[in-house]
């Protein structure tokens, strides 16, 4: 079974990742799959290179995050240009870590898609869970963790779809505005429910 983890910025799905790598799970994070498929030699970014320029590559050949953020600034074709050479190669890399976990005889998988919702990525997964927090609470860990003003923190919550409407999406939640106890206790309850191991 895959399940399909996610949750809004600073809601705890880290946390809970965490937790299910401690438990002996393997978890997929499609932020890694990210940065592996534009490592050099990858085709990825070789596709980058020849769609953008290379321009967008330092001097050692690694991807310019800096340079290629400002060509796909508030350019919304480029932008998608760029998804449609990264996403796939992001789903090929995932699979290719499912089944090396399957090789390795794990029943269960954990895929960490912090944009589950926003990417349409759920059919990626068998099961949603989505790690929910109380968004004033969420606000609050958001600053503190980064360090962000208040209005900082807002906008970047502004940005993603609001954590209420995931709640809509998800087949299981986990609401982690309690304590990291109290979020431990719901995981352990939701594996046991539905009789999971890794
Ligand atoms: P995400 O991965 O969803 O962005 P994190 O797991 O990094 O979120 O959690 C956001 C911040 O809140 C972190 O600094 C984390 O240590 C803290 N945090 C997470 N869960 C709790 C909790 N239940 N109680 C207090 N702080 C928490």
Do not use: C
């Amino acid at each position: 079974m895959i399940i399909g983890l996610t949750g809004g910025i600073a809601s705890g799905k880290s946390t809970v990742s965490d937790m299910l790598k401690e438990k002996g799970f393997p978890v997929i994070d499609a932020d890694i799959a990210a940065r592996a498929v534009v490592e050099p030699g990858q085709p990825a970014l070789q596709k980058i290179a020849d769609t953008f320029g290379r321009d967008i590559l330092s001097s050692d050949g690694t991807l310019n995050r800096e340079k290629l953020g400002s060509v796909i600034f508030h350019d919304e074709e480029k932008r998608k240009q760029l998804n449609e050479i990264v996403h796939p190669a992001v789903r090929a890399w995932m699979m290719a870590e499912k089944d090396k976990a399957i090789d390795k005889g794990h029943k269960t998988i954990v895929f960490d898609v912090p944009l589950l919702f926003e990417s349409k990525l759920t059919w990626m997964a068998d099961r949603t869970l989505l790690i929910y927090v109380a968004p004033p609470i969420q606000l609050e860990r958001l600053m503190k963790r980064n360090g962000y003003t208040e209005e900082e923190a807002s906008a970047r919550i502004a940005s993603q779809m609001p954590i209420e409407e995931k709640k809509e999406l998800a087949d299981d939640i986990i609401d982690n505005s309690g304590t990291k106890e109290e979020t431990a206790k719901q995981l352990e309850q939701w594996l046991a429910r539905l009789g999971i191991d890794s």
